[in-house]
């Protein structure tokens, strides 16, 4: 028998998508990124009424500082494929899709701003040549990028893939020694608290727009390139070093702010993040669907607002201290937890899903219905409890301002900090409990409850801890959203609607965050929450936007943004260790003993 191989035809062959010579498509590149970074300089309109001040010539303003870093971050990845020395590893791979990638997010963000110009302006005619001039500098890297030699496959669609995929396999990196590796996650802690500190600062949304695309696609980059997966592996070589730089950097934030409303905005990301984690105990383990939790933050927040103080309490006299009132904020959302999953927890898929969503209801229209009239007086019914106290924590007051280190840090900023230690007792209770036997467990029944059952497992009791844990640290978290929004009301526990927190917005945070992780939750928060806080357009179309999101997300990473490794091989069967390449020597398929 005789080994027959394939030869690439001329429609698979490698060349660029632009007919032009390998020399010159990197010379484009590397001149279009130097151009389009320059063009930030130049005047882009002559009236300050687009936001931002682009009439400045000599220097940058708003949008024009997206353009200027998408052109730095284009001309550098440019100047790698060179082999100049000490830029080789921004391509461990060795690919075009990063300079691709990085091309499109510079064209994109230039074009979007001139654009918004026109629209906004009402014509194109309020430009100023150096807008012109910057458009035309963005679209240089695209056609250069385009230009690089690549697989052809055998449509023009597996053909633009090819141009933005990553390579199955990315070639190892060079030993290292730990203080190199520690440089590195800090220096890339320092940055991801100057890119989210940037985000959260922007002031209007074409701002944020422009943000946005420069992000997805300089992050997109850089997953293609294959830093991402170098970073991963550092990390996950110094993981409590990672974890500690993690909270460093979460704990810098308020000292980079001059006004506390964006405090405010990250102390609300941090309370969704944390319950959204604790969700991810109920959902990314152990499997189980549950589309009332949001419910579980209402009963914490209405038992700190009952026994911390407030006037309109019905238990007015008593104030308990804030670690008193945390702890009966978790009980009470842990003992709802497990009456409510000791009866409903033997439903699978969704049926329980319907009981969950039940049970979120139910508790949304009881605390509405315990006025005094349609119901016992505990609640106040739909005019909540209000004037619920700043809370003080060993004489330290949380609604007062304190200076530290000559900067001051405002109400929302402590409450903010006190977040952070918090969400840090819940990262260490999530990571306990998922690396324990019991968290084994849980991802037993979530893969197969059936054959976990079989092999000895104790469903129901598994089930209702998850459920029970999950609830409890839901519950925690309302009890200091009570505070930092001053009263509790029924409306905002519902399934849906058009503010967080809501239980598909804590569901959509945890499937779009990444499943079974713990940093994906809190990505998930942060962005669903960012989203319409700076882009007004979508606060009454946040729906709409989250099922757009999420079908999309479906459709090309269906295991998350942070993709849990077990997820990922379950969506992915490329680049798996683990699975033998099975060929045969001719295009035939195999003859088994059963055909013979």
Known sequence: MTETTKTPSADTATRGLIPLPLSAARALLLVGGIATAASAFLKWTWTSEFPGDLTVTGYPGGLQWLTFTAGVLTALFALATYGIRGLGWLLPARNNAPLVLLALGGFGTTWYTVIAIATKLDGLANLEPGGWVAAVASLLPVLGALALPEQHGETV????????????????????SAWIQRAVITVVSIIGLAVFTYGIDTEYGELFVGYLIVVVFALWAMHTAGLVDRFSQIVAANRSFALAMGFVAAIAFPFTQTDDHYANIGVNILIFGTVALGLNIVVGLAGLLDLGYVAFLGVGAYTAALVSGSEFSKFSGVQFPFWAAALAGAAASLIFGVLIGAPTLRLRGDYLAIVTLGFGEIFRIAVNNMDGQSGPDITNGPNGIPSIPDLSFFGFNFGNPHDIGGITLGRFANYYLLMVLIMALVVLIYTRAADSRIGRSWIAIREDETAATAMGINGFRVKLIAFALGASLAGLAGTVSAHVTYSVVPNPYQFAGSTPPN?????????LGGMGTVAGPLLGAALLYLLPEKLVFLQDKSLLAFGIALILLMRFRPEGIIANRRRQL????????????????????AVTKTGA
């Open 157 to 176: 669609k597996d053909t633009l893939k090819a141009y933005i995929a990553k390579p199955d396999r990315i070639p190892a990196a060079a030993p290292t």
């Open 570 to 589: 379950e969506f992915h069967e490329t680049g798996q260790l683990d699975v033998p390449d099975t060929e045969t020597l001719s295009d035939e398929p």
């Open 503 to 511: 239980s598909a917005f804590l569901l959509a945070a945890v499937v």
